[in-house]
């Protein structure tokens, strides 16, 4: 009984394998893994990008040259954003310190009358 047993697992094990790998026994190529959701190449990134990328798996982890160019052009954005405010609070700064010597727009004293009488 054993013997038969063992031999009908056999049997079972190699039909499942032979459904698995199927034509003859081969298994088939995957499709490698690759970055379809490009970063958009004509405009500034928006949180949505960021959110919607999602970076292929490969066997030992991310594919390392998609992870870099992603952040490699987020480091770049983030650069360039950087030195716009730098640039508008600058701006904003030199505009503020030339608003203070000026004289006021709005007058903080009564303006004399008409008549001349304050003369």
């Known amino acids: 009984m054993f013997w038969f047993m063992l031999i009908a697992l056999v ?18 190529d995957s499709e490698p893994d690759r970055l379809d959701d490009r970063l958009p190449a004509d405009r500034a990134l928006v949180r949505g990008d960021i959110d919607a990328v999602r970076l292929p798996v490969a066997v030992r982890g991310y594919r390392m040259i998609d992870v870099d160019e992603v952040l490699d052009r987020l480091g770049a954005e983030l650069a360039e954003r950087d030195a716009r405010i730098a640039d508008l609070e600058a701006s904003l700064a030199g505009a503020q310190a030339g608003a203070m010597g000026r004289p006021s727009l709005h007058k903080d004293q009564p303006e004399p009358p008409l008549d001349g009488a304050g003369e």
Request: proline share 0%; aromatic share 0%; hydrophobic share 70%.
């Open 11 to 28: 049997a079972v094990v190699a039909a499942v394998a032979m459904a698995v790998l199927g034509d003859g026994g081969a298994l088939r």
